[in-house]
């Protein structure tokens, strides 16, 4: 009987790339949709509405797995997006927009299959990180706060599924060439103002996030790495992925706050 996974905000982007190739390696592959209306689809690969804002649409998307397999054998939590605004001039909406989704859905899906594993003593979930979960970046407070918030959640959430034979790992993604800076970014409007005091660091960096991810390399290493982690009880913790990550956070462990700030500003030409 093959593994099932459920893979939350997997309609496009890596998320999408990763459902597909799963299901393609003989996996049976639920692909988290907000689409309410969207087809169940056929074979391996299925689809079903679960928007991790909406607690009722996670129960209902657990239970109607379980219903039909019988168990989760892997849950990816991969729903999120993320706000480019300075800290000063975030609302109040934007921030708890942010963690709403990219924390407390992930929180919230996480907590909904953990019974289903903990009694089937086995049992892996895969919380989709980034490198800015190591390490901060002009604009993206907000997020980077969320992406150390999942690195915080993955380490302690392993001390307690460990008498239950449940993995937990993360993956610290770099940028690659999805659609994330049309449906994965949120620019605050002050921030990307003329008016606003920060108009030349947006001038200086926006374009250079831009860049990096609109001619990044095709996602397949974060598909990759997930069936590595699922199928390797070895696996690390965590595993950087991509050339953003593979830098900066080995770079991160060498040196002191000091010293590596200082070459993130010669980096990015702070």
Known sequence: MSKVVLITGATSGMGALSANFLASKGYTVYAGSRDENVAEGSGNLKHIYIDVTKTDTIKNAVKTII????????LVNNAGYGLLATLEEGTDEEMFNQFDVNVFGLIKATREVLPHMREAKSGVIINISSFLGKMGLPLLSHYNASKYAVEGITDSLRFETLPFGIRVHAIES????TNF???????????????SPYKDLVAHF??????AINEGPNPQPIADAIKMIIEDENAPIAVPVGVEATTFVPMRKGMSDEAFEQKVKETFGF
């Open 174 to 177: 770099g940028l690659f060439g």
């Open 181 to 195: 800076v049309k449906k994965g970014l949120v620019a605050n409007a002050k921030t990307t103002s003329e008016d």
């Open 67 to 74: 219903k039909n397999e019988g168990k989760i054998d892997v």
């Open 206 to 211: 926006v374009p250079i996030v831009a860049k």
